[in-house]
């Protein structure tokens, strides 16, 4: 399953960090960061079923020919950071400003603006998503069997982040950062 990693790689970082006026290694870290912070978000909506019909729903609109991640890597100037805007609203429940500014604020990744970066990588995520989920699905479990066995949508996003989407799962890190305990903190430990 791909990962943060993936998107890593994907991503043309160089222009990243030009579009934010940052050095490669500090835009690198700001993505594991932003990523993580999305797919956290995304996995706190999964928890409930009627986040994550949500989520299965909006994954229709980031797959197939012409999807922000059909090719081997992605052209930032094609990323529509309006969409990103939507998405992150979604995500994080109007909170995206408190994410952008909580990051903003980490010491790891001083004087990248967040309120930039996050509408970038949105769509990106969730086409990344969308892929994943694509691909459990042709091996062979539908969503509708994965989520009767407790797995579905949340576990591909655990699967992104690196960590467990289950019970007690820690919510992911990314970089060091905790992004778990950022949005429990916005989010009251939980919705």
């Known amino acids: 399953m791909a990962g943060l990693d993936d998107i890593l790689r994907m991503l043309p970082i160089d222009q990243v960090a030009a579009r934010l006026g940052v050095d490669p290694d500090t835009a690198q870290a700001a993505v594991t960061q932003g990523g993580g912070a999305i797919l956290a978000g995304l996995q706190q909506n999964a928890a409930t079923p009627e986040g994550s019909a949500a989520i299965e729903a909006a994954l229709g609109k980031h797959s197939g020919p012409g999807a922000v991640v059909e090719t081997e890597r992605i052209d930032i100037a094609a990323v ?12 994080f429940g109007g909170n ?27 769509p990106i995520v969730m086409g990344m998503l969308a892929k994943n989920q694509s691909t459990a699905q042709t091996s062979g479990s539908s969503s509708t069997d994965a989520s009767a066995s407790g797995g579905g949508i949340g576990d591909i996003i655990g699967g992104l982040l690196g960590g467990s989407s289950g019970p007690g799962g820690s919510g992911g890190s990314a970089g060091g950062f905790d992004v778990g305990g950022l949005l429990g903190g916005l989010f009251g430990g939980g919705r």
């Open 80 to 91: 529509d950071t309006a969409d990103g805007e939507k998405i992150l609203g979604h995500v």
């Open 96 to 122: 995206e400003q408190q994410v952008a500014a909580t990051l903003t604020d980490n010491p790891q990744t001083a004087g990248i603006d967040f309120g930039k970066l996050l509408p970038m990588l949105a």
